[in-house]
């Protein structure tokens, strides 16, 4: 790793609404934010009237339509606030999570997560956002899904909508292959399934050796490793339980994947650190809105 480690904010929303995520996206412009951002909307959820959504990290159930339109807000405060010529880009990743899944169908959920995800980068490229690209994602944990049904239906929902947009996997390995889930199921969620990528959590040592030894069996058993372009850390200088800092589980990871699995340094260039937003001010908004 040569230079300073480039670091983008991820967050875990507990509202979608459009000025908050507008101001989200303005303060990452002008923090220069370029590479992979999350925004977590929490665990899948369904109600009546509403339909398919989420359990948001505030309690509260968010359509999915609103959480397009959170994704659509944060893009368009990102792009206003950019200083004119910058050459900063974003993937803009709307995520949700495995955890419980009590809704009538994860298939059925992950179609319309694709939906979603369409339509958010339809609506980039009409408006002509082209700093901000659009995918999905899921904080997937084998713990929250024992018998990998449910994911399993996710994924294969969205994946069946054969739509342009990765879907990142996120999450963790629970215990590493044969803890939870075995080679094929732990593979299909982190790049068997065609839409798949993997950004896993690397928070210790354990977690980089879990997913280093994933990439290696897989390598050896479907004849390539899993496709995994980049890590996720949750690091608080106020939290001392929450784990590596990105530069530290950057050089686990490179190093684990180096023991047996040739890892190209740009596969890992996407670095991304997760944690509540900040309560935001009028100052975090653009000055001239679209």
């Not at 950019?82 to 999570?97: C, E, F, I, K, N």
């Not at 890892?263 to 670095?271: D, E, I, Y």
């Amino acid at each position: 790793m040569h230079g300073r480690l480039a670091v983008t904010p991820s967050l875990y929303e507990s509202t979608t609404d459009p000025q908050v995520l507008r101001a989200q996206g303005c303060r990452a412009a002008r923090g220069r934010t370029n590479g992979l951002v999350v925004l977590d909307f929490g665990m899948l959820d369904y109600r009546r009237p509403g339909g398919y959504g989420t359990l948001t990290f505030g309690s509260r159930f968010a359509p999915l339509r609103s959480i397009g339109r959170a994704g659509r807000s944060y893009a368009e405060g990102y792009s206003d606030c950019l200083p004119r010529g910058s050459s900063a880009q974003v993937t803009l990743v709307l995520g949700t999570s495995n955890y419980r899944q009590e809704v009538p169908s994860t298939y059925t959920a992950g179609r319309l997560w694709s939906a979603q995800t369409a339509q958010l980068g339809s609506y980039l490229r009409r408006h002509h956002l082209d700093h901000v690209t659009a995918a999905a994602g899921d904080d997937v944990e084998p713990a929250w899904d024992p018998d990998f049904r449910r994911t399993y239906d996710f994924f294969r929902g969205y994946g069946a909508a054969h739509i342009p947009y990765y879907l990142f996997d996120y999450g963790s390995l629970d215990g590493g292959v044969g803890g939870f889930w075995n080679l094929r199921q732990a593979y299909y969620v982190a790049g068997g399934m065609h839409a798949a990528r993997a950004i896993p959590e690397i928070y210790n040592r354990a977690m980089a050796k879990q997913w280093a030894e994933l990439s290696r069996l897989s390598a050896q058993r479907y004849g390539r490793p899993v496709r995994i372009t980049g890590l996720m850390t949750q690091h608080s200088p106020r939290c001392r339980s929450c784990g590596y800092t990105a530069a530290q589980a950057h050089r686990a990871l490179v190093g684990e994947l180096a023991k047996g699995t040739k890892a190209p340094s740009r596969s890992l260039a996407s670095v991304t650190n997760i944690g509540t937003p900040a309560p935001f001010t009028p100052m975090d908004l653009p000055q001239h809105g679209r």
